[in-house]
């Protein structure tokens, strides 16, 4: 486990910086809740087997008595780099991104399964959207019911979408918590 | 006349009501007077007969109704009979027919107990009764005896009645003493008078009916004898004979209530010269052959429930488990959860009590694991029992925990709900396979706080450090008895050797989950083992193993429903604070078989094969004065541990080897630890020698506290072995490192010899 070095910490804040925007320091900045100390630390990034986690600072302090081939995860895993060296952020990370995400998406109670099920939201799905989208945010896609669903980049701003077809495609799919069923590998 | 048939063919109703009621005396009389010849002729043979159609119907000779014919259909009791039929002679005024039926009933009452003599009887009058072909005969002698006491009976019951003729038109069965009654008491009357033709022809035609009725009683007989209360243990040729037939599982369910039945008041409905050991032998086949179990598991049931319980037990273990959620207070509510399933077609329900975040789903249109609010991480799906081991260890905010075999993660994520993300967890699973498993369910349900890890449960120690968390659960690999009915393969899988395994495993575990914690925290300083198990070797073995291993203490688990433990089980005697564990069975609560102990540790010291040494103590002083550094508190351990050398680990094995338990650490671990002792060894040298030169004054000192620290610290325990390995160990003082070495492979081969001149020393 090791700390980001620069690149890598760009690509990652780029990544997240589509969600969250200005809020991305807050990202990092807040005061840490877990750990064992009674003065809350701060939450950091460190990078191990390619996977990135975000994880407070007395957390990683004790993960590094584990040996690295032992250690399994730190905190929450939010992405991983790919072979080639692209960075993804994956399912792991909709708890964060739904708490700091400007933008979000909520779909009909019916449309719910087909984005679960990994296909992209038709704008026939569209329940609400954020006023100000843009074509490229990074967008979370919540239920009626105001319970994170996943995420992904929107494919036309808010004004666009009401002149949309009903089967043009709104938001791409990046991420679903429908693949905690069906992706049984992800983390290993 | 309609009141006949209730009083015979009544099913509750002991022997004939109504002929209990007074009779008038004429008929009887009369028909006495005229039989009485007849009657006094048939005496002899009235008990015969009576006893043998009584006979012959119940293979094991229920005590036959005092008037069969009357068709009582439960078999009375002989106290009810002889009652009866005393009523009965009361009733009849006649004194022969007074002598007949003493006969009747001493006959009836000596006969009826054995079987033997029921068979003798059933053989001597079997054909009468059972074989149509020899009536003829058998009528002839037999229904003059029968007649004249079933004139007697009809009689009576004819008075009590409505003296009619419609006894005729109904079924034999129920009426046939009616029927017999009208013909034969007028016929008798009136033959009596006149010619002996008539009365000839009319006994014809009730020795007739009376056979009907006698074949309708039979018939009734073997139907009462079914559900009889004596029930009769299955003969080596019938149970060959089922052993040629595929099995025929009502049969053999209906024979084992019988036999529980029998078992639950063996005196009373024993057959005699039969002993309980045969009962139970048939029982254990019979639960076998029925519900599937091999041989060892049924043994180890039966020695832990009486047999109604076992009955219960394995029943419970055929039906499909509860499927029980626990809502995840990170994300959601119990009742928004609900309110939120219940449209979807769940029937849910709290699911008790005891807990605030469980709930019972009792059908669902949608599979539980895929919903919407799963998906999100709102709730786990998770077996009622693995509530209970988290309840126990009440993890508080913001302390360190160790979850030593966290997969799948429903306790862990459980944990991480309590303490709301704050504090640490290190999550620990050995199996590779399952470690995705756990991370899936970890972010899934959006717990924060944990670190994930891939150890052997007894290294964590070392990794983590000693007396460096403040609580730890351990909920044990196990053989799994205890969740049989969701997995019943377990039933003729598991063997004596996998128990051996599994508690010797869960031995080292639980001695690495105590070395973990740290006595001295704040907040902590609880162990919770639990096990999906509900064998001993695995449960309270472990525990006792535990507290004669280490500073520990059992205390109150905080859950108030559940078994407690068992303090002593065959010749097995544990540590009396083991009422404090708890046992859950599906039979009682209604969850898996499962086994929670709150174990809480008050010195982080600890005490080398059973004998805190003052050497030991010495050394604890030291280590207390110092925080929990590993260092300092193996030096300290390091010359009484060296001392007592590789066979420290040994001796801490001895006791289970006393206990019927496994030998198998024992070769590999010394090796293993003389590695680690060279390592410190060189660095420890100093301080070593200190102690070594003590070690001779000390040794005396550490006998004698043995005895005292033996009691202290293992209480009730009868473990000779441990005491004098460790005396042994402490009469060898080690001088220099490389002597040590030798010494240690010397006392290797030594040790038992040693062992044995220690323990005839101890007992002076």
């Known amino acids: 486990m090791r700390p980001l070095d620069e690149k890598e910490t760009t690509m990652v804040f780029e990544k997240l910086f589509k969600f969250t925007g ?156 429908g693949e905690y069923l069906r992706k049984e590998e992800e983390l290993m | ?180 009654d009208d013909g034969s008491g007028d016929d008798s009357g009136l033959e009596s008078d006149e010619s002996d033709d008539l009365e000839a022809k009319s006994r014809a035609i009730d020795e007739r009916k009376e056979k009907m009725d006698q074949d309708a009683e039979e018939e009734l007989q073997t139907n009462i004898n079914l559900e009889s209360d004596e029930f009769r243990l299955p003969t080596q040729e019938e149970l060959e004979e089922e052993a040629h037939r595929p099995p025929n599982l009502p049969n053999l369910k209906r024979r084992i209530s019988e036999i529980v039945r029998v078992l639950s008041n063996f005196s009373k409905l024993r057959q005699e010269d039969v002993a309980r050991k045969d009962y139970v032998n048939q029982l254990k086949t019979d639960i076998m052959a029925y519900y599937g179990y091999n041989d060892f598991l049924i043994e180890q049931l039966t020695e832990m429930f009486p047999a109604v319980e076992l009955v219960e037990l394995l029943e419970s273990y055929e039906k499909r488990p509860p499927e029980c959620l626990r809502t995840n207070t990170l994300k959601t509510r119990r009742r928004d959860l609900a309110a939120a399933l219940i449209p979807r077609g769940f029937n849910l329900d709290p699911i008790g009590k005891w807990s605030k975040v469980g709930l019972v789903v009792y059908d669902s249109t949608v599979s539980a694991g895929a919903t919407t609010e799963y998906m999100a991480g709102h709730y786990m799906k998770q077996g009622a029992s693995s509530f209970l081991p988290v309840m126990a260890l009440a993890p508080q905010e913001k ?42 369910n970890i972010h899934r349900m959006g717990v924060t706080n944990t670190i994930v890890c891939n150890y052997d449960g007894k290294e964590l120690p070392k990794v983590l450090g000693m007396n460096s968390v403040d609580r730890v659960l351990l909920d044990a690999p196990c053989t799994g008895t205890g969740t049989i009915w969701k997995d019943p393969q377990i039933k003729t899988s598991k063997d004596i050797e996998d128990i051996r395994n599994c508690a ?77 564990t708890r046992r859950f069975y599906p039979h009682v609560n209604n969850m898996d078989g499962f086994f929670v102990a709150k174990l809480k540790k008050f010195s982080n010291t600890i005490p080398t094969t059973s004998e805190p040494s003052k050497a030991s103590e010495g050394a604890a002083e030291e280590v207390d004065g110092s925080s929990d550094d590993e260092g300092e508190k193996v030096v300290c351990d390091e010359p009484v541990k060296m001392k007592n050398h590789k066979g420290t680990k040994r001796t801490d094995e001895r006791p289970s080897i006393t206990k019927d338990t496994e030998d198998k650490p024992v070769p590999d671990k010394p090796a293993k630890q003389l590695n680690n002792r060279k390592g410190k060894r060189k660095t420890d040298g100093p301080k070593s020698n200190e102690t070594i030169g003590d070690g001779k004054e000390a040794s005396h000192e550490k006998t004698e506290q043995l005895s005292h620290t033996k009691k202290s610290a293992s209480d009730g325990t009868k473990k000779y072995g441990p005491k004098s390995t460790s005396g042994t160990k402490e009469k060898k003082p080690v001088s220099d490192k490389k002597r040590k070495r030798k010494w240690q492979f010397k006392l290797r081969r030594d040790w038992e010899a040693e062992k044995k001149s220690d323990k005839r020393r101890k007992f002076q």
């Open chain 2, 1 to 180: 006349m309609m009141e006949r048939p209730h009083g015979r063919t009544g099913v509750s109703s002991p022997l004939p009501g109504p002929i209990r009621k007074p009779l008038p005396a004429q008929l009887p009389v009369v028909s006495m007077a005229k039989k009485g010849t007849k009657s006094k002729q048939a005496a002899a043979q009235l008990p015969v007969v009576s006893m043998a159609k009584k006979g012959t119907k119940s293979k094991q000779a229920p005590p036959p109704p005092a008037v069969a014919k009357k068709g009582s259909k439960a078999p009375p009791p002989k106290a009810a009979k002889k009652a009866a039929k005393k009523q009965k002679l009361l009733e009849s005024s006649d004194d022969d027919s007074e002598a007949e039926l003493q006969q009747l009933q001493e006959d009836s009452d000596l006969d009826v107990p054995s079987d033997s003599d029921a068979e003798e009887l059933s053989g001597s009058d079997t054909e009468a009764d059972e074989f149509s072909g020899s009536d003829a005969e058998a009528d002839g002698a037999i229904s003059s005896g029968d007649e004249g006491e079933e004139d007697e009976d009809d009689d009576d019951d004819e008075e009590e009645e409505d003296e009619g003729g419609d006894s005729d038109d109904d079924s034999l069965a129920d009426d046939f003493l009616a029927g017999s």
């Open chain 2, 399 to 440: 302390e360190r925990i160790v979850d030593m075999a966290a997969a799948p993660g429903g306790k862990t994520t459980y944990i991480g709900a309590l303490m709301k993300n704050t504090g640490i967890i290190y999550a620990n699973e050995f199996n590779e396979k399952r470690l995705h498993g756990l991370l899936g």
């Open chain 1, 22 to 177: 200005p809020n991305l320091k807050h990202l990092l900045e807040r005061p840490a809740v877990e750990g064992p100390d009674p003065e809350p630390g701060r939450y950091c990034l460190r990078l191990h087997k390619n996977r990135v986690y975000y994880a407070s600072e007395a957390l990683v302090r004790r993960a590094t008595a584990v040996a690295r081939p032992r250690l399994a995860a730190v905190g929450t895993p939010i992405g991983k780099f790919t072979h080639h060296g692209s960075f993804h952020l994956t399912v792991h990370a909709l708890d964060l991104l739904a708490a700091h995400a400007r933008r979000r998406v909520w779909l009909k109670p019916d449309t719910e399964r087909s984005f679960l099920f990994g296909n992209s939201v038709p704008k026939s799905s569209l329940a609400r959207i954020t006023e100000n989208t843009k074509s490229g945010d990074g967008v979370v896609v919540m239920s009626m019911s105001d319970v994170p669903l996943g995420f992904g980049i929107a494919a036309r701003s808010a004004q666009d979408c009401r002149k949309a077809d009903t089967n043009a495609v709104v938001v791409l799919h990046q991420a679903d918590a």
């Open chain 2, 504 to 580: 010797f495993v869960q031995k080292q575990l639980l001695l690495a989950a105590i070395d973990l914690v740290d006595a001295n925290s704040k907040t902590g300083g609880y162990i919770v083992y639990s096990t999906c198990s509900i064998m001993i070797p695995e449960n309270e073995a472990v525990i006792d193993y535990a507290l004669k291993k280490r500073n520990v203490k059992l205390v109150k688990c905080g859950l108030d429903f559940g078994r407690p433990g068992f303090i002593r089980y065959r010749e097995h005697r544990f540590h009396t604070s083991l009422e404090l």
